[in-house]
C-alpha cells in the first residue's frame, strides 16, 4: 500500500518561503507522475505544479510561474515544492499525489494515491 504524507506548511509573512515535502512509502519505483494540487476556502482545487520523474520533466500553473520549483529526490522517494515569493492569494490546503504514468495532467482522477494535505497560510 502506497501512502503519501505531506509536511512543511505553515504561517509565512507574503514575501516569504516555504518548502513543502511529500515524503512517499510503499512501492512506488514504477511511479512516475507526481503532482501538487491546492484548494483555497470556497474553491476549486486546482493543479500547481507536476514533475515526471523520469526524464525530470516539469510543468507549473502560470500564477506560480517563476516562484515555486517542484522536484522529486527518488533517493528519499520525496517530492518537494519550494515556494518562494508567497502571496496571499497562496494561502490553500496544499496536496500532492502520485500515478504510474508520466503524462502531465492535473485532473485527481488520473491519480493513484493522494496525502492528507498540509496547509499553507500566507497572511502578515
Given at each position: 500500500?502506497?501512502?503519501?504524507?505531506?509536511?512543511?506548511?505553515?504561517?509565512?509573512?507574503?514575501?516569504?518561503?516555504?518548502?513543502?515535502?511529500?515524503?512517499?512509502?510503499?512501492?512506488?519505483?514504477?511511479?512516475?507522475?507526481?503532482?501538487?494540487?491546492?484548494?483555497?476556502?470556497?474553491?476549486?482545487?486546482?493543479?500547481?505544479?507536476?514533475?515526471?520523474?523520469?526524464?525530470?520533466?516539469?510543468?507549473?500553473?502560470?500564477?506560480?510561474?517563476?516562484?515555486?520549483t517542484i522536484s522529486?529526490?527518488?533517493?528519499?522517494?520525496?517530492?518537494?515544492?519550494?515556494?518562494?515569493?508567497?502571496?496571499?492569494?497562496?494561502?490553500?490546503?496544499?496536496?500532492?499525489?502520485?500515478?504510474?504514468?508520466?503524462?502531465?495532467?492535473?485532473?485527481?482522477?488520473?491519480?493513484?494515491?493522494?496525502?492528507?494535505?498540509?496547509?499553507?497560510?500566507?497572511?502578515?
Open positions: 500500500q502506497v501512502q503519501l504524507v505531506e509536511s512543511g506548511g505553515g504561517l509565512v509573512q507574503p514575501g516569504g518561503s516555504l518548502r513543502l515535502s511529500c515524503s512517499a512509502s510503499g512501492f512506488t519505483s514504477n511511479y512516475y507522475g507526481w503532482t501538487w494540487l491546492r484548494q483555497a476556502p470556497g474553491k476549486k482545487r486546482e493543479g500547481v505544479a507536476f514533475i515526471n520523474s523520469g526524464d525530470g520533466t516539469t510543468d507549473y500553473a502560470d500564477s506560480v510561474k517563476g516562484r515555486f522529486k529526490d527518488n533517493d528519499k522517494n520525496t517530492v518537494y515544492l519550494q515556494m518562494n515569493s508567497l502571496k496571499p492569494e497562496d494561502t490553500a490546503v496544499y496536496y500532492c499525489g502520485a500515478r504510474r504514468y508520466g503524462g502531465r495532467t492535473y485532473t485527481e482522477t488520473m491519480y493513484n494515491y493522494w496525502g492528507q494535505g498540509t496547509q499553507v497560510t500566507v497572511s502578515s
